[in-house]
T-cell receptor, first 115, second 114 residues
Framework: DTGVSQDPRHKITKRGQNVTFRCDPI?????LYWYRQTLGQGPEFLTY????????KSRLLSDRFSAERPKGSFSTLEIQRTEQGDSAMYLC?????????????FGEGSRLTVL | DQQVKQNSPSLSVQEGRISILNCDYT??????FLWYKKYPAEGPTFLIS?????DKNEDGRFTVFLNKSAKHLSLHIVPSQPGDSAVYFC?????????????FGTGTRLKVLA
């Protein structure tokens, strides 16, 4: 296990369709974060898991967004009824913890294009 | 409310010279600061970090300076190389209700000219 992996790397979909992204964190990391990045912006926090528990969700995460981390391993981020404004890079990051600060290890991202 | 600000969207530097990237923050609760580098179509890659109890951290060509009283940090790259051309994000973290939150700036695009 050499790092955080995300799948798919790029998804093109039509408005109104559902999409799901998967993130496999570094195996011993129990913290997992989802971020969204749009052009000209930095990564914006979406949600955070500590093991399987989703401890925080951003106001950016509308009811159309749902994230899970069953068994505290991989995580999925689903967007229902996609809108053109959902087009962005979705970044997953993991970190050891919980009591330790330090760097987040990012995956390569999943780019979503909504037509 | 932008808690972490990078006011320079872009910076051009000649190869071999020093690159200085700046970052300002507003939240006094931030206790750990990080710099990330990002190439197009890739995720951010960690570069260097600094705890709030320090004012300087150095790693090879990269040095981060923290001025807590001014709520300002900077990243120095010496000497700059063409491969350093990328977008650099400043990030700050703090513990809030059991969650380590990481807030990112909007980034500075560095171009190192050969």
């Amino acid at each position: 296990d050499t790092g955080v992996s995300q799948d798919p790397r790029h998804k093109i979909t039509k408005r109104g369709q559902n999409v799901t992204f998967r993130c496999d964190p570094i195996s011993e990391h129990n913290r997992l974060y989802w971020y969204r990045q749009t052009l000209g912006q930095g990564p914006e926090f979406l949600t955070y898991f500590q093991n399987e528990a989703q401890l925080e969700k951003s106001r950016l995460l509308s009811d159309r967004f749902s994230a899970e981390r069953p068994k505290g391993s991989f995580s999925t981020l689903e967007i229902q009824r996609t809108e053109q404004g959902d087009s962005a890079m979705y970044l997953c990051a993991s970190a050891p913890g919980p009591g330790v600060t330090g760097e987040l290890f990012f995956g390569e991202g999943s780019r979503l294009t909504v037509l | 409310d932008q808690q972490v600000k990078q006011n320079s969207p872009s910076l051009s530097v000649q190869e071999g010279r020093i690159s200085i990237l700046n970052c300002d923050y507003t939240n006094s609760m931030f206790d750990y600061f990080l710099w990330y580098k990002k190439y197009p179509a890739e995720g951010p890659t960690f570069l260097i970090s600094i705890s709030s109890i320090k004012d300087k951290n150095e790693d090879g060509r990269f040095t981060v300076f923290l001025n807590k009283s001014a709520k300002h940090l900077s990243l120095h790259i010496v000497p700059s190389q063409p491969g350093d051309s990328a977008v650099y994000f400043c990030a700050a973290s703090y513990l809030n209700s059991g969650t380590y939150k990481y807030i990112f700036g909007t980034g500075t695009r560095l171009k190192v000219l050969a």
